[in-house]
């Protein structure tokens, strides 16, 4: 199975930052890879697929990158609604898997 | 809209079975794959499994963590999935959410979920 690894784990920022999460594959997934934001009690949110292609109705601060096996997802202009963890899947190849998550919270 | 609801959870001891039940809307669900995530208390997201439409033969798969206790089908004249689930462990503990595939396996579109409880 394709290992993803992401970091950092947890960050705290401010509104108006600039956030950066990485994730990494442990082989080459070309650009099968998605970016989720979850909200406590709240199911996921595809934010970004194909690692760079914004999903319909995402606002444009955030944005994706990479491909092969690294990966980056940018919010430009951290809003307070953007307080929330981060995951990445690739869909390169089965079984499907998830990266471990990024929390970014209010610093 | 696409809406996905899920059903069916709730409390079973270990070694029990436990079916879940996903009623789809909003698109057509006879032509598109659906998934199964899970996400146990304060975790992460693990990928659980897939059924792929008829046109592709039903086909499934799954996670190693329940493959040969858990199966994954469908009827497409309910607009419903299925995950049936045996030889329930307490880690298989978790909120379970349906999925349906975007733009290729990822997932543009997640139910509320479900919470299964594995406990004596």
């Known amino acids: 199975a394709i290992r993803i690894t992401q970091s950092p784990s947890s960050l705290s920022a401010s509104t108006g930052d600039r956030v950066t999460i990485t994730c990494r594959a442990s082989q080459g997934i070309s650009s099968y890879l998605a970016w989720y934001q979850q909200k406590p009690g709240k199911a996921p949110k595809l934010l970004i697929y194909?690692?760079?292609t914004l999903q319909s109705g995402v606002p444009s601060r955030f944005s994706g990158s990479g491909s092969g096996t690294d990966f980056t997802l940018t919010i430009s202009c951290l809003q307070s609604e953007d307080f929330a963890t981060y995951y990445c899947?690739?869909?390169?190849?089965?079984?499907?898997?998830f990266g471990p998550g990024t929390k970014v919270d209010i610093k | 809209e696409v809406q996905l609801v899920e059903s069916g959870g709730g409390l079973v001891q270990p070694g029990g079975s436990l079916k879940l039940s996903c009623a789809a809307s909003?698109?057509?669900?006879?032509?598109?794959?659906m998934h199964w995530v899970r996400q146990a208390s304060g975790k992460g997201l693990e990928w659980v499994g897939r059924i792929r439409s008829k046109a592709n033969s039903y086909a499934t798969a799954y996670a190693a963590s329940v493959k040969g206790r858990f199966t994954i089908s469908r009827d497409d004249s309910k607009n419903t999935a299925y995950l049936q689930m045996n030889s329930l462990k307490t880690e298989d503990t978790a909120v379970y959410y349906c999925t349906r595939p975007g733009s290729s396996s990822d997932f543009d579109y997640w139910g509320q979920g479900t919470l299964v409880t594995v406990s004596s």
């Open positions: 194909a690692a760079s």
């Open positions: 909003g698109f057509t669900f006879s032509g598109s794959a």
């Open positions: 899947q690739q869909y390169y190849s089965y079984p499907l898997t």
